[in-house]
C-alpha cells in the first residue's frame, strides 16, 4: 500500500514518528499539543487524536491527564538466543547506566539453591541483589547467588560494574546458560521499583550458568520490566 492510499491517521502517525526522531526527542519529552498538530498538518483534531491514541497503544506515546503526551521509554530488545550481560546489552547506552547494588551478603544456601550450583552442605553463597538502571529508571531486578569458594574476592564494587567482565579479568569464560522463564505478579518491593500496579504480568527469568570448566558459577532470578523489555527469538528451518 503506497501513501496515497495510505489512511489519514497512519499518515499522522508516520508523521509524528519522524518528527520526534528529526527533534531528537527523548523519553519523557512533550510533544505538540492536539491544536498545534492539527494546524501544522492541516488535518481534523479528531484525526490527530486518533493517531496519538495508535502510537500510545504501540507504547511510543505516553499521555498524563491534565499534562500533555510524551515520549515514552523505548522498549529493549532482548535476545533470548544471545548470551550477554545487561552491560553488554546496554554497550549504546554505557554512560547512562548503573548498576545499584541493594543487598550483598555471605549466607548459607537453601536447598534450592545448594542443590542449583551443586554446593557441600558447608559450602556459603554469596547473595546479591542488583537494580539495573538506565538514566534513572530501573529495566532489571537481579537477584543471584554465587558460591564463595570460586571468588572468595568478589566485592561490591565488581557488581556494580559488569559481572560477565569480572569472569572474563579472572580467566573464565561461560559455556552455557540454561534459562526458564516465568510468569508471575510483582510484590509490593517490584511495584515501588517498577512502578508498576499489582495486576501487571511480569517474566521472571530463573537461570544457572554454566563455566568452562564444568562447574556451575551462579543460579539467578531476574524480573524484566514488563513495559521497558521485550524478547526476540529467530527461528528457521
Do not use: C, W
Request: avoid cysteine; proline fraction near 5%; charged fraction near 30%.
Amino acid at each position: 500500500m503506497d501513501d496515497k492510499k495510505m489512511p489519514l491517521y497512519q499518515e499522522i502517525m508516520k508523521n509524528l514518528q519522524d518528527y520526534i526522531k528529526k527533534q531528537g526527542l527523548e523519553y519523557g519529552d512533550v510533544i505538540p499539543t492536539e491544536k498545534a498538530l492539527s494546524e501544522k498538518y492541516q488535518v481534523s483534531r479528531v484525526t490527530v487524536r486518533k493517531a496519538i491514541s495508535k502510537l500510545i497503544d504501540k507504547e511510543i506515546l505516553f499521555s498524563i491527564k491534565g499534562s500533555g503526551t510524551y515520549v515514552a521509554f523505548p522498549k529493549f530488545e532482548h535476545n533470548l538466543f544471545k548470551l550477554q550481560g545487561f552491560t553488554e546489552e546496554m554497550q549504546p547506552y554505557h554512560d547512562a547506566i548503573k548498576n545499584e547494588v541493594t543487598e550483598f551478603s555471605l549466607m548459607k544456601p537453601s536447598e534450592l539453591i545448594q542443590e542449583m550450583l551443586n554446593l557441600n552442605n558447608d559450602e556459603k553463597v554469596y547473595n546479591i541483589k542488583r537494580i539495573r538502571n538506565l538514566n534513572g529508571e530501573a529495566l532489571i531486578i537481579e537477584n543471584a547467588y554465587i558460591p564463595f569458594k570460586l571468588f572468595p574476592d568478589l566485592s561490591i564494587e565488581a557488581m556494580t560494574k559488569s559481572k560477565y567482565g569480572y569472569l572474563k579479568e579472572k580467566g573464565y569464560a561461560i559455556q552455557k546458560r540454561v534459562e526458564e522463564f516465568i510468569p508471575k505478579l510483582p510484590d509490593k518491593d517490584t511495584m515501588e521499583t517498577f512502578n508498576i500496579d499489582s495486576n501487571t504480568p511480569l517474566l521472571e527469568l530463573k537461570a544457572y550458568s554454566i563455566l568452562n570448566n564444568d562447574e556451575i558459577f551462579e543460579y539467578s532470578e531476574v524480573l524484566y520490566h514488563p513495559k521497558k523489555y521485550k524478547f526476540k527469538l529467530e527461528l528457521s528451518r
